[in-house]
């Protein structure tokens, strides 16, 4: 039996299904889920010739602790897990505009001091008007139209 999914499991892997249809110079596939360690993983990688990850996203869809995903990758970087020059795209539904606007403006902050030790790696916050709904059991036409023009901003960012 296939594991269950979830909206941000779906939204992810829509996502990585739009980005691979477009080429970018230095990336060949785009993975959902990519593990950076045992048990951790970026929603999207944008991978080189190597499969190393040139480009994270970390799309924020209603989650509370938005500054973990920074320090996650800031720990990657540290590790060497992932290259020294990543682009790591740090992506905010409309969620993020009312009351958890604060949860954005730690993120941004944390991204800053990432880049201020890395000094090669990127770190760029994009948002998208999407409102996902809470307890949602799936992803639908709304979000899958919002993956596209993320998808689309992604590539406008490093394309």
């Known amino acids: 039996m296939a594991p269950k999914s979830n909206p941000a499991t779906e939204f992810s892997e829509y996502l990585a299904r739009v980005l691979n249809g477009k080429k970018l ?3 060949t596939g785009w993975k959902k889920n990519w593990a950076g360690t ?4 970026a929603d999207v990688a ?3 010739p190597t499969d190393k990850a040139r480009v994270l996203v ?5 989650r509370e602790d938005t500054v973990s ?3 996650k ?12 020059d990543v682009i790591f795209i740090h992506a905010f539904s409309g969620a ?24 090669r790696a990127t770190y760029k916050q994009i948002s998208f008007a999407w409102k996902p709904k809470s ?25």
Do not use: C, M
């Not at 045992?38 to 993983?41: A, I, L, P, V, Y």
């Open 135 to 159: 307890g949602a059991k799936g992803i639908g036409g709304a979000a899958k139209r919002h993956a596209a023009r993320l998808a689309r901003s992604i590539i406008g960012l490093i394309g």
């Open 73 to 84: 990758i800031w720990d990657w970087l540290e590790k060497g897990l992932v290259p020294q």
């Open 69 to 71: 995903n920074v320090v």
């Open 25 to 27: 110079k230095g990336i």
């Open 58 to 62: 970390e799309v924020e869809r209603l």
């Open 38 to 41: 045992k048990g951790e993983t």
């Open 96 to 119: 993020y505009g009312g009351r958890k606007k604060p949860r954005k403006e730690r993120a941004e902050f944390a991204g800053r001091r990432l880049r201020k030790e890395f000094r």
């Open 46 to 48: 944008g991978l080189g």
